[in-house]
C-alpha cells in the first residue's frame, strides 16, 4: 500500500514552495510534518481494536474516503492553517489503511507464502517513498496544488477497490470480533517486556535520526545548494531507491551473521554518511552521501524488523504494533527538535545531531538479547 508513504513524503521536497506560497513561517511549514505524523502515530493504538471489532473492510475504505476528502481540501486550501488541518486528517486517515492492511495479509496468505507477501509490501511502500519526491518536485514546478488533486482522485479510486475486495474475503480472512484488547492495553504490556522496549527505544532514535530529517534536506537543498524543486525531489528519491536495493541484501545478511551484527553495520554507515552530508561542498556529493544513507539505513532496519517480528512469537500483532508506534513517534518528533536548530545554525548541526541519534542506537542493540522458549509467551 504505497498511498500512506506516498501522502507523507510529497509535502517533504514541497516544503519551499509552501512557504513562498503561503507567506509562511519556518515553524509553519516544517510543522506540515508534524500534522501528518502525529495523529497517525497515536491512532496506531485504536486503529487495529477498531478494525477487529467491527469491520476491516469497513475501515479501510473508510480511511481511503478520508485521504480523498483531505487531499482535495489541502489542494483548495487557501492560507497555511487549512493545510496543516488538511494535513492531520491525512495522518488519521494513514493510521486506518496502512496498518490494516498489514493486518489483512496476515490472515489471508498462508503461512509458508507469508513472509514473500510482506516482502512485496514493503517494497510497495518503498516505492511510495521513492516515488513521493520526484511527484513532488515534478508539480512544484507547474502547480503544487495539482499532486493534490491527483491524490483525491487515486484514494477515491482505492476506497472503491477496497470495498469491493474486502467482499470478496472469504470467512478465515475476517478479523476476531471477539477481542478485547486495547490500543493502550497493548502498549504498556508491550514496554513490560525488556526486550520489545529496547527496539521501541532504538525505533524511535532511528526515525528521529536519518528518517526524520527529509524535511532539513529539502531546505538545504533549495536554499544553500540553489537546487530547484524538481532536482531536489530527485536527491530525496536517491534515498528510497537506495533503501529498495538494498533492502533484500540486508534481509539475507541478517540470516547469514545475525540480526545485531547488521543492524551495528548499518548503523555505523548511517551516521558516518549523515555526518558528511554536513560537509558536502555541492549538491553532486550531497546526493552522492544521502543515497549511500539511504542504503545503509536499509541495512540497520532490516535487522531492526527482524529482531521486533521475532521479540514476542506469541503475540507478533502486538508487537509490531507499538514497535511501529515508537518508530513513527521518532519522525513526529523529529521538527520540534530540528526546525529550531535549522533556524539557529542552519543545517549541518542538525545532520551531526541526527547521525548522533542514529549511534545512540547502539545502546539498546548491546543491551538486547533474544527471547528464549520459556520467554516467549510474555506479555
Keep these: 500500500m504505497f498511498i500512506g508513504p506516498l501522502m507523507g513524503g510529497v509535502t517533504n521536497v514541497l516544503l519551499p514552495v509552501l512557504r513562498d506560497d503561503f507567506t509562511a513561517t519556518l515553524g509553519q511549514v516544517t510543522a506540515v510534518v508534524s500534522a501528518y505524523m502525529v495523529p497517525f502515530v497515536l491512532l496506531q493504538l485504536v486503529s487495529g481494536t477498531i478494525a477487529d471489532r467491527y469491520s476491516r473492510g469497513g475501515t479501510v475504505t473508510g480511511g481511503c474516503a478520508a485521504f480523498a476528502a483531505s487531499s482535495a481540501l489541502a489542494a483548495g486550501a487557501p492560507n497555511i492553517e487549512i493545510f496543516l488541518a488538511a494535513r492531520v486528517v491525512q495522518g488519521a486517515a494513514n493510521a486506518f489503511v496502512t496498518p490494516i492492511i498489514m493486518a489483512t495479509l496476515g490472515d489471508v496468505v498462508p503461512a509458508p507464502r507469508l513472509g514473500r507477501a510482506l516482502g512485496v509490501f514493503t517494497t510497495v511502500n518503498t516505492a511510495g517513498l521513492l516515488l513521493a519526491p520526484l511527484l513532488g518536485g515534478a508539480f512544484a514546478e507547474t502547480n503544487w496544488r495539482l499532486v493534490y488533486v491527483l491524490l483525491t482522485a487515486v484514494c477515491s479510486a482505492l476506497a472503491a477497490y477496497y470495498a469491493w475486495w474486502y467482499r470478496r474475503l472469504p470467512a478465515s480472512g475476517q478479523p ?129 524488523h527482524t529482531m521486533a517480528v521475532e521479540a514476542l512469537p506469541a503475540q507478533r500483532g502486538g508487537a509490531s504494533s507499538v514497535y511501529n508506534t515508537f518508530r513513527f513517534a521518532g519522525a513526529a518528533c523529529a521538527p520540534v527538535l530540528y526546525t529550531p536548530l535549522y533556524a539557529a545554525t542552519g543545517a549541518a548541526p542538525v545532520f551531526w545531531a541526527a547521525a548522533g541519534a542514529s549511534l545512540l542506537i547502539l545502546v539498546p542493540m548491546s543491551w538486547h538479547s533474544p527471547a528464549t522458549a520459556e520467554q516467549q509467551a510474555e506479555i
Design 176 to 304: 476476531d470480533k471477539g477481542s478485547e484488547s486495547t490500543g493502550l492495553a497493548m502498549l504498556v504490556r508491550g514496554l513490560a517486556n525488556r526486550r520489545l522496549a529496547l527496539l521501541c527505544a532504538a525505533g524511535w532514535l532511528g526515525y528521529a535520526g536519518i528518517n526524520g530529517i527529509p524535511f532539513i534536506v529539502a531546505l538545504h537543498l533549495e536554499a544553500p545548494l540553489q537546487l530547484g524543486a524538481a532536482q531536489s525531489g530527485a536527491v530525496l528519491a536517491g534515498f528510497g531507491l537506495a533503501g529498495m536495493l538494498a533492502a533484500p541484501w540486508g534481509g539475507r545478511a541478517a540470516d547469514r551473521w545475525g540480526r545485531r551484527t547488521v543492524v551495528a553495520t548499518g548503523t555505523l554507515g548511517t551516521a558516518l554518511c549523515t555526518v558528511l552530508l554536513g560537509a558536502a561542498p555541492g549538491p553532486w556529493s550531497f546526493a552522492v552521501g544521502y543515497l549511500v544513507a539511504g542504503g545503509a539505513a536499509a541495512f540497520m532496519w532490516s535487522g531492526l
